[in-house]
């Protein structure tokens, strides 16, 4: 940095006692201010083999490996996508399109990144020698937090990815907090992203990032961080504050290369036992693939060697985290990263990260080794789910018309097989033919939800309950409890204030910025408001701001902590109006059912005897007939052939349903439909059974 000059040398930024953007825009110099030095060598001096450390481990000096994570929308993707581009060739940037690491059709329709995924550039070093830059790219939302803690045991560097106007968010928070107190440690680089945003606050940013890093607990070492800015959108970075009359210049003529020389300059090799002290080979599994084009087996195990090497066609085994013998299999390929591309190496070697094909038995968190290897590699723990649910088969009348797998059988092995590779998601025995499936969040098990569907599953869904534990301390029960952020104009803050407080929440901070035109008039601001809530309240909010705030209301949360439970009033759902019938709905039947309330379907829907097939204009329910026609008669009238409007029925997405969906129901999800029904389906039997639970109730 140019007002650190001493620090330039190793390649390191300067931690300051005092505010550090405030510093950078009035021109202070290094020795203006109270600093403190880091004099580290420089890891990307070593070179030209593996060096020597005094803990008996040495520097894989061919590899780099690093994750790139943020908070949801910050551009991490995006910002891959330019890496490539400034890396690969003419032909292989060809074949890149928008967002190239979502391949998933779920991430390409929704634009977020699910899971984790792992690509590799071939990067040239400070002497020229090749090496093989391992880059991590993660998802940013919450829910899908999993998929980040589960790497951190890979990677060396952490690259912090934050929008030069939203600052840090939740899931920055996260995510930060378990790189720098995770075992492994991995170092920091500060990436400000969107600076040619005209709404960019650089300065507040920077020191909210060195705040966060303060707050967290980071070590001297760990707040030494370089800080690189960035426009992924248009592929240039840069090491120094960015005039906007240079942007065009810097994506011209300089690309990304300052900042893949902060990576190479701020990433440690991955320290190794050398093959002469461990010859064998182990790795632990990180992450489990599928790819058909590359290899026609059940799925692929990829992670970081740690020690030795391994050929292809060699022999290792499967260990479980408790140290039991899975199985053992032969290694029918070795694969690596070019870009988008799969390269097939001869061996696998200490330090790279790598993807192994040939075997069947496994999951995220074993180690596969040589076989005189008894004692598998510790990983890293991750947070437990916060909410579960109920999956079982579909039972409604109309099950079987859509779908391929319909047996409960089939349903919880393809939940096994999820919590196999997914560490985030449990799966427990359920009353019936059900099973308790654990998740962070709505978003999570909506997208897991969503994949068995499109899979050919038919479902049955129950609604949301949080997952508590108990203080071994007190005896007590505690619920998870959740840092809320909403976004929205200022005008609306009030409105979100009060539908947060109804559910549980505290106000704990919130922030109203005043925004100007570009005529000096003034424009309405936006409001950041903030809240600690219980989960419990959490369930629907989502939905229920975005339709009261007409659409401009963005909600993240992210896990804080477990607390007491707390006496929240549930929501009150108004009731809901039930099929008494079956068959198709019927325009002229449901003309009349608009006056009693919101109506879900449209005509000429397939109904049946228990469906919800609207929401009641009153607090209880309301049974009524959907597939009644107009009756025929040999009498004219005037208006007598009218045609009937309707107004829209409400079309809810799955996660909607998830936080609409009352206790006493179920969600009937199929390939062709998603609906919502009564959990007992026959009236008779329905009145009986809330006649029990009111006697209960009375009885307690």
Request: hydrophobic share 40%; with cysteine.
């Amino acid at each position: 940095m140019g007002w650190v000059p001493a620090m330039r040398a190793v390649g390191y930024r300067t931690a300051a006692t005092v505010t550090r953007g405030a510093q950078r825009y009035a021109g202070l110099n290094s020795s203006s201010r109270p600093v403190t030095v880091s004099m580290a060598p420089s890891w990307g001096r070593w070179a030209g083999g593996a060096r020597a450390c005094s803990s008996g481990l040495v520097s894989a000096t061919k590899f780099r490996n690093i994750a790139v994570v943020a908070h949801v929308d910050h551009g991490k993707t995006t910002l891959v996508d330019s890496l490539f581009r400034s890396s690969l060739g003419a032909k292989e940037q060809e074949k890149l399109g928008e967002r190239a690491m979502d391949t998933g059709d779920l991430e390409m329709e929704r634009g977020i990144t699910i899971l984790s995924k792992v690509t590799a550039l071939q990067v040239e070093g400070e002497d020229g020698e090749r090496i093989t830059l391992n880059i991590v790219d993660t998802p940013g939302h919450a829910d899908f937090g999993g998929e980040v803690e589960r790497i951190l045991s890979m990677v060396d560097l952490v690259c912090l990815l934050v929008d030069a106007t939203e600052g840090p968010m939740p899931q920055t928070k996260f995510v930060l907090k378990k790189a720098l107190h995770c075992e492994s440690q991995p170092k920091a680089l500060v990436i400000i992203n969107k600076v040619d945003r005209p709404s960019a606050r650089l300065s507040e940013v920077e020191d909210d990032v060195f705040s966060l890093f303060e707050e967290l607990g980071a070590s001297d070492s760990q707040l030494d961080y370089e800080t690189i800015y960035a426009s992924g959108r248009d592929g240039w970075s840069t090491e120094e504050v960015p005039d906007e009359n240079e942007y065009a210049e810097l994506a011209e003529k300089v690309g990304m290369a300052p900042l893949i020389k902060a990576v190479l300059r701020s990433t440690p090799p991955p320290l190794v036992r050398s093959y002469e002290d461990e010859p064998r080979f182990s790795m632990l599994v990180t992450m489990i693939e599928s790819d058909r084009s590359v290899h026609m087996g059940d799925v692929m195990y990829t992670g970081k060697v740690l020690t030795g090497k391994a050929a292809v066609n060699s022999t290792v085994t499967v260990l479980g985290a408790d140290g039991v013998v899975r199985g053992q299999g032969r290694l029918i390929k070795i694969l690596s990263r070019n870009g988008l591309e799969r390269v097939e190496l001869q061996e696998a070697e200490a330090g790279n990260i790598v993807t192994l094909a040939g075997l069947t038995k496994g999951q995220v968190g074993d180690t596969i080794c040589d076989s005189s290897i008894t004692t598998p590699i510790p990983s890293i723990p991750v947070d437990p789910p916060t909410i579960s649910m109920l999956f079982g088969p579909n039972t409604s009348p109309l099950a079987g018309k859509s779908g391929s797998k319909l047996l409960g059988r089939q349903i919880i092995d393809r939940l096994e097989t999820e919590a196999r590779s997914n560490v985030a998601v449990t799966v427990n025995p359920g009353p019936g033919e059900f099973v308790e499936v654990g998740g962070r969040g709505e978003l999570q098990l909506g997208i897991l939800i969503e994949t068995l569907r499109r899979e050919g599953f038919e479902l049955s869904i129950g609604s949301p309950q949080v997952i508590t534990r108990m203080c071994e301390e007190t005896g007590k029960e505690l619920e998870p409890t959740e840092e809320v952020l909403v976004d929205v104009p200022g005008t609306m803050a009030g409105l979100v204030v009060e539908k947060v407080q109804t559910r549980g929440g505290t106000l704990t901070n919130m922030v109203v910025s005043d925004l100007v035109g570009p005529d000096g008039e003034d424009v309405e601001g936006r409001a950041r408001v903030e809240f600690l809530c219980p989960s419990r309240g959490l369930i629907g909010l989502r939905g229920e701001l975005m339709r009261e705030c007409r659409g401009e209301a963005v909600m993240n949360t992210v896990l804080h902590s477990y607390t007491p439970m707390a006496n929240i009033t549930k929501a009150v759902r108004k009731g809901a109006i039930i099929s008494m019938a079956d068959g198709i709905a019927k325009p002229h039947s449901l003309e009349a059912l608009e006056s009693r309330g919101i109506l879900f379907i449209e005509p000429q829907k397939p109904v049946y005897n228990g469906q919800v097939v609207g929401e009641s204009s009153v607090v209880y329910d309301v049974e009524v007939n959907p597939t009644k026609q107009k009756a025929l008669t040999n009498f004219r009238a005037a208006g007598k052939e009218d045609f009937v409007r309707l107004a829209a029925p409400r079309q809810m997405t799955l996660e909607e349903y998830i936080g609409y969906i009352a206790d006493d129901e179920l969600i009937e999800v199929t390939p062709d439909a998603i609906r919502l029904r009564k959990k007992v389906l026959d009236p008779s039997a329905r009145a009986r059974d809330q006649r029990g639970k009111a006697n209960k109730l009375k009885e307690r």
